[in-house]
């Protein structure tokens, strides 16, 4: 599939010691999705946490869309991450026996679907 580059986490290469990666999709409104296809996202200062069984990033802007009016959200907001069961299941072992954290790494269009790239140390 046709892949094309958002966003990159600049820092995270510098501060963690990277082990392994998981592709996840994100829950974005209509207007964020606009925003990010005019490049207005940024990673820096981001990363995901487990809450209730789910996996949400937090710290990540993306740019309220010019013409969006009413219906822009919170540019800051907590996104949720979609995974499987399965996947989560193994985060939460991993974050609490090892003491790992998660940590985005990329935004990115897979054909026309939003991926993360969540990689965690």
Not at 31 to 55: C, F, P, Q, W
Request: hydrophobic share 35%; aromatic share 10%.
């Amino acid at each position: 599939m046709n892949t094309k580059l958002i966003a990159k986490n600049p820092t995270a290469y510098h501060n963690y010691i990277i082990e392994d990666k998981i592709e996840t999709g994100i829950v974005l409104s209509g207007t964020e999705i606009k925003s990010i296809r005019m490049g207005k996202a940024n990673l820096k200062d981001s990363y995901a946490h487990i809450k209730n069984g789910e996996v949400f990033i937090c710290g990540m802007h993306i740019s309220p869309y010019e013409h969006g009016n009413i219906f822009n959200k919170d540019p800051l907001r907590d996104r949720k991450l979609l995974l499987h069961k399965k996947e989560i299941n193994k985060l939460i072992g991993l974050t609490k026996q090892k003491g790992y954290t998660l940590v985005p790494i990329s935004i990115y269009f897979k054909g026309s679907f939003v991926k993360v790239e969540l990689r965690y140390w």
